[in-house]
């Protein structure tokens, strides 16, 4: 059985940092893309950043500049570095990862709250 686990979400003051990691562990094949959602109170899920396989990397319009996906493919692990956060960002944030075998799996997400 696969498990994504996501760690570092917190209380942030705008302006501050803050680094997001998610590590799959379980019976992993092959991992294709990787990635992290965001869904805030009364809003739908949207796309924060995707990274597949090739090292490539995709970011949502109001986090280019700002945020940083990145991913180590020996350790099945994909973090996020937010910088300039605002209270905007202010979300659960979910990791993704697709599987050769088993397809597209979640994380149990992680709050980002960024507050003065």
């Known amino acids: 059985q696969v498990q994504l686990v996501e760690s570092g979400g917190g209380l942030v003051q705008p302006g501050g940092s803050l680094r997001l990691s998610c590590a799959a562990s379980g019976s992993i094949f092959s991992i294709t893309a990787m990635g992290w959602y965001r869904q805030a109170p009364g809003k739908e899920r949207e796309s924060v950043a995707i990274i597949p396989s090739d090292g490539s990397t995709y970011y949502g319009d109001s986090m280019k500049g700002r945020f940083t996906i990145s991913r180590d493919n020996a350790k099945n692990t994909v973090d996020l570095q937010m910088s300039s956060l605002k209270p905007e960002d202010t979300a659960v944030y979910y990791c993704?990862?697709?599987?050769?075998?088993?397809?597209?799996?979640w994380g149990q997400g992680t709050q980002v709250t960024v507050s003065s």
């Open positions: 993704f990862a697709a599987f050769r075998d088993i397809g597209g799996r």
